[in-house]
């Protein structure tokens, strides 16, 4: 037991989760408290003491299915034993209720058409029957993923092949026609959607177990450590923001608003407990009246610090487009902590997009504008920074005092056109400061027809911001 | 150490008692918390039941709560303890020439003129008690390690008495809304509760227990709507007290079933953002349309 709670603390950490040596003790005397059969009270056992953020939460969750997956009594493997099978089907025919009155039975499982099993999906999915679903799950998994052992590929290849067989979304409209003639006639739109929506829910959950259902029978096959290792996922403070896949941007858009709430919780205490500052005579003197004229409580001044004006220029071109998506929403989700802020988008042409983010409530709505309206192509919409940046000089330099600080997002990947960089040296001179953000890995500068290093010796500073964590850091040092 | 429950589900039987319908997790986590005897650090979305989650259990325990609110600004004679400076004084004042300097000296840092605050209260006490401290990312960084060996000794350290220890250990409760993120120390020293959004059917049983009157059909259908809505991408999605809040409503309306138009006219008391109603106005009824 403790050896392989070792195995798994070792994994939780190599996935990138804090985890201290008390916080291991701890989880050790949880587990002693806890039946050990009671998988759900060993997981939260574990979870409770090991895991102290949530948003690690899935992280642990994988490494557990991982690691105890097979130790389940319900979760045992079917080790091709067609007795168990047909005792699954046995059960199921019983769960049921045998007044489907079918005549297969005792056949097995295996014997079903594959227009049975769909149909018996389809009323498990109707009924929301947890059993049948998850035998259902197991079922496809050994008829349609074509699992061979030994074979290196990876676990959403077999997803991508079971589900490719299940065809589930055509499935929902059968279930919505299915449920529209239950009721006998149409439905209400408000009755239409909470039914879809309940069948998304189950269909999703099914689509889960056909998951479990493969990480086990991997896990079976190669043994937990490797299996853990593929399974590994970068938390969401890390992900990349070049590489990021669809769900992964989902995670980054729900962990972005706690992050710049604490953000700007926190911008906002820094400037409030800044030290103390000169004596300030007049309040001293005004409190010394209560003390019947003896200043015994001295008042000091306290300083206040000039938010700084902000300007960001952000190459929206393809490769780079979510990074600067994901800067504007943060910068703008907290632009009370700026006095003001501008913002400029383009790709081989330059224009200016602040007005979309004035007196919205929804960012995400503005952001969608700047992608669709705004007009950032001028001859092949392939990035230019030389000329975006020459225009942006020519039409909004004469904006930039020194109280500005100039954000500059992109790759500088120029595609060989002329750099412009004196355009970013004269904006030095006038600004504050001037920034660039580079989504790129370090290693990748100025390889091939990135300039970033023309530009970078103008700036006072050149930043890798590859995930969400790297723009946190970025942001606070920057208000 | 005590042991107040038999097992993780006499736990979720006695919460329920009380009208607070726990999940696994939640019972599970708090049942360790007793055998450990550790504090339990409760995180989540605002509205979730984590302030009633220490309230119930006190109920449950038949303890008394004791409770801390944090905010900025919060320090040790708030939180801890405090001298009585004015009894000090009338007492150094009562017998000026009678007693020797030292007697007197002994004689005003004592029991006597210590004013418990919450966390001192919480440990001296002869009663079981449970101890919630709210909010606690509201306090600053440094001021979070006061409450540093409270929490993982369960004593206190007064200069001028000593160190005063638990004389039994309290169930601890710390709440945060994740407005920052709290020490590692802190986190440290705390089992670890997130209290997510409850499920379709949880969220249905606390709406039927919670709201004297409602049906269960009725109670079936707003649950099924508020995951609809938690589903949508909105500033701040409905909490569980406002689903509690909005089923009282219809209930007080006298709704018996739900259609677009009533729902479309009560979301005010669902969501609390203007593009938000608006959002799940349209989503909830116009969809259909086409």
Known sequence: MIDLLAGFVTELRSAGLPVSLTENLDAMEAVQHIPIEDRDAFKYALGATLVKNNSHWRAFETVFEVYF????????????????????????????????????????MESLTPEEMMNLLMKALMKGDQGMMRALAKQSVQRFAGMEPGRPVGGTYYLYRTLRNLDLEGMLDKLMEASRQEVGGDLTPLEERLEKDEYDSRIDQFKKEIEAEIRRRLVADRGAEAMAKTLRKPLPEDVEFMHASRDEMQNLKKSLYPLTRKLAARLARKRRHGRKGPLDFRNTVRHSLSYGGVPAEPKFKYPRPAKPELMVVADISGSVAAFARFTLMLVYAIQGQFSKVRSFVFIDGIDEVTDYFKGVEDISEAIHRVNTEADVVWV???????????????????????????????????????????????????????????????????????IVGDYGTHTDGVYECRNLRQLEAFVEKLA | MGNRFESVQSVREGLRAENYLADEGIAGVVFLADRLGKPVLVEGPAGTGKTQLAKSVAEMTGARLI??????????????YEWNYKKQLLRIQADKNSDSWSDVHDDIFSDEFLLTRPLLEAITSEDPVVLLIDEVDRVEVETEALLLEILSEYQVSIPELGTITAKQIPLVFLTSNNTRELSEALKRRCLYLHVDYPDLEREKLIVLTRVPGVTENLADQIARIVRSIRQLDLK??????????????LVLLGVSNIDAQQAKETLHVLLKYQTDIAKAAKELAVEAVK
């Open chain 1, 69 to 108: 997956s097979l130790r389940g009594p319900e979760y045992k493997l079917v080790e091709g034993g067609d007795s168990e099978l047909d005792e699954m089907w046995r059960e199921m025919q019983e769960q049921q209720g045998q007044g489907e009155g079918r005549g297969a039975g005792g056949g097995g």
């Open chain 1, 380 to 450: 092949d919409g392939h990035s230019d920074y030389g000329h975006a940046f020459e225009v942006f000089w020519e039409r909004y330099g004469k904006d930039i005092g020194p109280k500005t600080t100039v954000l500059l997002l992109g790759d500088a990947r120029n595609n060989y056109h002329a750099s412009q960089a004196w355009v970013v040296k004269n904006i030095r001179q006038k600004a504050r400061h001037v920034y660039w953000l580079n989504p790129e890995p370090r290693s990748y500068w100025n390889t091939g027809d990135s």
């Open chain 2, 67 to 80: 409770r801390l609110q944090c905010y900025e600004g919060l320090d040790e004679s708030k939180a801890l």
């Open chain 2, 236 to 249: 701040k999605a409905p909490s569980v007290s406002e689903t509690i809040d909005w089923a009282r409503t």
